[in-house]
């Protein structure tokens, strides 16, 4: 066989010196003549036919197992004729729902999205509070530390005035106070009173958010498909979206989810959750076959713990952060409210790809399995000429020896011929 | 075609042999030579030139189509010799503007950019507010609810203690009472007064947002291939970025929008959205080919309204959040702003690929292609035994067919020569 | 060689027939023994086995060096025998640290986590404030503009009621008012008293900083491979993480880093940068070969500035925001503290492809690499007919020419065989 990557070079310079030279061909009727042959003559290997089941099996089958591969696997389990692209995408969380605590550690008080959401947007990332530590009242001052074996102290001398340790909590005065009736501590310039956050309630705070919902507006694109969607699907309307909520089974495609529908799903416990704090992966996928007919191009959700929770080494379990309020008083001292916020970070993550069919993909994984059909007569011959019972004869008619000793440039098959 | 694959552990066997064996190999000459035949034999296929301009010409045509597909499609349309790489990005947003409101419902205001644009930050995603519903000086107390089917009451016998209604606004005291002098509803335990979001305004507050402007900066990284770039280019000067501001035919590489710019590119009226609110998609666009000079590696803007606007099912139109402003009385009880801010959500979502020369695409696609020219012989001898004039002729020559059954080993060829 | 691609069809459908028929067979047995023969008459090419060890070994060679490229670069170097995924990953990050200013343009303050973190809640990206220029006590009233070109005035005549210089800090009253005893400005209606924010301190407010510490809990998955990690690894204890901070030698994959080390890491002095903010990326690479024990995928901290320091067109240098604190004093009156605030915000950017074997681009990266393994016959016959020493013996045994022009069809191998 024949792969001149140069056909394409000859040709075109032939079909070019054609055109420019025209009628003066016949002039130079010799060149051109072997020009001709150089570029046109068509060199085709000889070829023996066998009429033998077994090779033909062997060939036939080989190529089928090519072939069922590369419609099978290749094109039906891969896709490979398809070319990709990523997802982006845009979210927009909005929580709903209200709660009431009641504790003996503090006052009555009544909690709207206004209160527990952190940050408030509404964003593809949101925290929902269900339990705290209050320090309220803190103004900056000095009081002592709490304390622990590198605080407590017997006198001035124990502590080092400008000394700050990482793992206390402020600036040491040099002076040694008293805690408490029993216990002595460094005295700190911080924020006063210090915040005691070893008092985290059991029970998480607000329990009720377990039935808070949320809605989650999803807007996606394919740019390389020109493709966008959202997560509310067309056939679904304003008075379904009122009163739904999202279940795997009778409401799969409502964007509204139970906050604690959405955390036992993930295999966690709402209550159990809440009062460490974790977070919580909302996963979309939106991965999708644009060959079919683009309605079929659906979110799925799903929902995973995103940290873990009892692992050996764990190092700040859950999740919180502090954050303050802060207040003047009348005379115009800055004063604040420290909350510790425990609770649960949302995370809505969308992912997906999208196939579609492209030529050239297509192209590279034919041009790959053509090769293998290529490997077939490899296999055929192979059997041909080691395992097929009539092997000598077909041999000798396929192969022919040249033996170059003999100068006079006989052949082996034409000396094989002479002696039969 | 022998597409011997184990060539290459043939011939390294071989040359290891030759190495340790040396000058030992003329004592075991005979099995090194059937050794050097098995392993330098070239078996080469007899081939059959065929001086024939139609099937010459077949044949060219056919190679020229595949490698103007190579050429053309694959290298210059689809760039498939290159290796890709996804955007790395980095976005600083500054909003710059003010606005002075007065109007009817509310004393006159002055806003600026810590007013308006919340989470101050500047990150890639940032919201400019420009109506809000706002309910000041709100305590935790007791209220009667809002007018609605479901919280009208004739006594406190149809209000339950305790009860909370998802679509309400807080918790049941079991009471009924006066909301106006023609309604008595349940009175609820909440922040109150209760905020009447139905009260939004018409035109929006902050109708001057229009005219703000905001500056994005943009770096971007394609780690694969060690490419950084900003989207303030080298060649802009300061003095250009302090009065520049983007115009697709004047300043396509400012980055300086005024929003009423971008909204309006988006194909949407400023005013209009100004009043719900909605999101509002900053694509830039870094696909680049870093085969060439790198300087020709520009951002592309675009912009595009993420959320629908007028759809059938179009629950929480717009965009809206709710957040406080929490302050204490002299007397040290807790009272809050509440503040239901409607605003536009800009949103610079950054993407882009980058391609370059590398080998193993090149390789890969290159390897394809080559198996199409393979198929070219299939055409050009399917056209030479089944289309050309002299085709008994050519399949003559071309193919010889074994007669098995005749012991004698003759082949067809040898007859047809004998008869001939 | 015979690529027939209809192969697959041919054979189903003769397994088809051969089942429908059955005995029927030997009643069109004349039809069914061509069917026969067209389906399973395996053709093969007529080869010429050259004994030249000049050739062999440079068919061999070839081979030799096509089989190199593809076990050497595609495979070992290139992985093109993996299938690919892109992260996705969750971040939380946990600064400590205090610090306590006292210089003279501001009274003594202590700073905790809840003062100098914004936002709050932890996520990729944080920020550290450094630096700030703090206007306490603006209130919404009337003052004279910053002395500019275009705010100086000498009398109300130069003061337009009602304009808004985009430069400027409100909108003019249209009275000119002393700004001091030297110069008279345009009166405008703003927050009053306006920001000086020229007066940014030369040393770093909060220089302290550096000496801070962030946790970065990092979960990463690869979902195509089903493939979950954390950067907090198996091994890591919690004592361990007690008192342990990242360095390159000594502690590589201690998630506490201290942000000096991070800044200069990326090459930048902490103080330097703390003036006028910044942005710096700490990237976490995941690339990870999932063929091996899955253990060994780490991930690779790196630390890069984002923005840049000193380019020549430096528009708005650093990073830098405003925001403000409200107040309302006793008479109900709203109060604020503006602060622009300098700092560095940190962005955790995740990136990584893992990768893990999968079929289908081997077989697409194997037959690429066979399709070039089909080249080398064309190679070698190029070097057989033109370069070694018997070519024309080699040619004329090889190559069959078909004199067309005489009709009665003797071949020209035939002819040379007569002179021989």
Redesign the interface.
Same mark, same amino acid.
């Not at 192209?363 to 490997?375: E, K, P, Q, R």
């Given at each position: 066989?024949?792969?001149? /990557?140069d056909?394409?070079v000859?040709?075109?310079l032939f079909l070019i010196s054609s055109l420019v030279r025209g009628v003066a061909m016949s002039k130079s009727a010799g060149c051109c003549k072997r020009f001709?042959?150089y570029?046109?003559?068509?060199?085709?290997?000889?070829?023996?036919?066998?009429?033998? %089941?077994g090779?033909?099996?062997v060939?036939?089958?080989t190529?089928?197992l090519v072939?069922?591969?590369v419609v099978g696997?290749?094109c039906v389990v891969?896709k490979?004729y398809q070319d990709t692209d990523?997802v982006?995408s845009?979210v927009?969380t /909005?929580v709903?729902?209200?709660a009431?605590t009641n504790t003996s550690d503090t006052e009555?008080?009544?909690w709207?999205?206004?209160?527990y959401i952190?940050?408030?947007?509404?964003?593809h990332?949101f925290?929902v509070l269900t339990n705290m530590v209050v320090t309220p009242k803190q103004v900056?001052s000095r009081c002592p530390e709490l304390p622990s074996p590198s605080t407590i102290c017997v006198d001035d001398c124990n502590c080092v005035e400008g000394h700050?340790d990482?793992r206390g909590?402020?600036?040491q005065t040099g002076l040694c106070e008293n805690y408490s009736t029993t216990a002595r501590t460094c005295e700190v %310039?911080?924020?006063c009173p210090l915040e005691i956050d070893t008092k985290l309630p059991e029970h998480a705070l607000l329990a009720a958010a377990e039935?808070f919902?949320v809605?989650i507006?999803n807007?996606i694109t394919y740019?390389k498909f020109n493709f966008h969607r959202?997560n509310?699907l067309?056939h679904?309307?304003?008075s379904?979206?009122?009163r739904c909520e999202f279940s795997r089974l009778t409401d799969p495609h409502c964007p509204i989810f139970r906050l604690k529908h959405i955390v036992s799903e993930a295999g966690e416990d709402f209550q159990d959750m809440a009062v460490k704090g974790g977070?919580l992966?909302i996963l979309i996928?939106w991965s999708c076959d644009l060959d079919w007919w683009a309605g079929e191009c659906l979110p799925k959700y799903s929902f995973r713990r995103?940290?873990?929770k009892h692992?050996?080494?764990?190092?700040?379990p859950g #999740?919180n952060?502090?954050?303050?309020? #802060?207040?003047?008083?009348?005379d115009g001292e800055e004063?604040?409210t420290?909350i510790k916020a425990y609770g649960i970070?949302f995370?809505v993550?969308v992912?997906g790809t999208a196939g579609r069919f492209s030529?050239?993909p297509t192209?590279?994984? %034919?041009?790959?399995?053509?090769?293998?059909?290529? %490997?077939v007569?490899?296999v055929?011959?192979w059997f041909?000429v080691t395992c097929s019972r009539?092997r000598d004869?077909?041999s000798?008619?396929?192969?022919?020896?040249?033996?170059?000793d003999a100068d006079?440039?006989?052949?082996s098959m034409?000396t094989t011929?002479g002696t039969?």
């Open positions: 066989m024949n792969l001149n /990557k056909g394409f000859k040709s075109s001709l042959h570029a046109f003559d068509y060199e085709t290997p000889k070829t023996l036919v066998i009429p033998s %089941l090779v033909g099996f060939f036939r089958f190529q089928f072939v069922m591969y696997y290749v891969q490979a990523t982006i845009t927009t /909005k709903k729902g209200f009431f009555p008080r009544f709207d999205v206004a209160d952190i940050p408030p947007q509404g964003d990332s925290f900056q700050s990482p909590n402020g600036i %310039l911080s924020w039935n919902t809605l507006k807007s740019p959202r509310i067309p679904v309307n304003s379904y979206l009122k977070i992966g996928d995103l940290d873990n692992p050996v080494n764990n190092v700040a #999740y952060f502090r954050f303050a309020k #802060y207040y003047k008083t009348a004063t604040r420290l970070r995370d993550i992912f030529i050239v192209i590279v994984n %034919l041009g790959a399995a053509l090769s293998f059909l290529s %490997l007569p490899v055929a011959d041909l009539k004869l077909y000798r008619h396929k192969t022919t020896h040249l033996i170059e006079s440039a006989s052949v034409g011929y039969q």
